[in-house]
Nanobody, 116 residues
Framework: QVQLVESGGALVQSGGSLRLSCAAS????????MRWYRQGEGKERELVAA????????TFLDSVKGRFTISRDNAKNTVYLQMNRLKPEDTGVYYC?????????WGQGTQVSVSS
């Protein structure tokens, strides 16, 4: 079955960088666009970034444009989120997902905390 395992979250100072990873299994990874979401405490989950199947197309939440990049390695069934110039408002649990996952499925996520 579909499994998405996020990792790489940590506590960092404002202005710092992190690279998140999402290891996927249980489906043909290269056939699906991938997305990163985040959920801050007391906030709704929001779409942060998305990447096309071959990695040639990307989209970003306005507030992270120019600071975050998304990439994928189809040979490793992994999608990445490089986060630079982090801000306290980037704090939250970060999740990856795709349309191969059953409705309502979410991995355990990875916690990103940015201190001011």
């Amino acid at each position: 079955q579909v499994q998405l395992v996020e990792s790489g979250g940590a506590l960092v100072q404002s202005g710092g960088s992190l690279r998140l990873s999402c290891a996927a299994s249980g489906f043909t990874f290269s056939r699906y666009p991938m997305r990163w979401y985040r959920q801050g405490e007391g906030k709704e989950r929001e779409l942060v970034a998305a990447i096309s199947t071959a990695g040639s197309g990307t989209t970003f939440l306005d507030s992270v444009k120019g600071r975050f990049t998304i990439s994928r390695d189809n040979a490793k069934n992994t999608v990445y989120l490089q986060m630079n110039r982090l801000k306290p408002e980037d704090t939250g649990v970060y999740y990856c997902n795709c349309n191969a996952a059953p409705a309502g499925y979410w991995g355990q996520g990875t916690q990103v905390s940015v201190s001011s």
